[in-house]
């Protein structure tokens, strides 16, 4: 990973295409942002998508030498994890150039204008992109079980 400590106003496509349809259903053009107006950093997105599968992680070290291991493992969503595995490490090839350290929109005209209010939390957001990747890992690993051994996107 990179810059874990960056904040992102993180929001749901769902309500962003709503809200779009809303500035259209508009009698006249205007500007306005779409956000949530609530901002997380990526460490706790990071901690909410362990949470999801049962996962806590202790985070240790700092700057390029930080690393989160696994704490402890509730559940059977994360079968070949087990405490003491290190499944994040920052690398300096994940910073990004021109790093935008806060990242927040102001969604007050929306809210006014357009009644428009976000529906779906981060958390909520988190936990349906983890529900899918995991939906994913398991179609692939039914597939590869049956003689099937498909591709999977890796970085190397």
């Not at 300096?92 to 779906?120: C, H, M, N, Q």
Request: glycine content about 8%; charged content about 25%; some cysteine.
């Amino acid at each position: 990973m990179g810059n874990i400590d960056a904040l992102r106003d993180w929001g749901h496509a769902r309500d962003y295409v709503r809200m779009q349809w809303m500035m259209l259903q508009q009698d006249a053009p205007d500007d306005f942002v779409i956000a949530t107006g609530k901002q997380y950093s990526v460490r706790e997105f990071i901690t909410w998508t362990a949470a999801e599968l049962g996962i806590t992680l202790e985070f240790s070290g700092e700057g390029v030498g930080e690393t989160a291991a696994v704490a402890s493992v509730t559940g059977d969503l994360a079968p070949t994890v087990k405490p003491g595995d290190v499944i994040l490490r920052i690398d300096p090839r994940y910073f990004r150039p021109a790093e935008v350290e806060t990242l927040l929109g102001d969604p007050s005209k929306a809210k006014a204008e357009l009644g428009w209010e976000p529906e779906i939390t981060a958390q909520e957001m988190c936990a349906e992109m983890v529900a899918e990747d995991l939906r994913t890992a398991r179609r692939h690993a039914l597939l590869k079980a049956h003689g099937m051994d498909l591709p999977v996107s890796l970085e190397g």
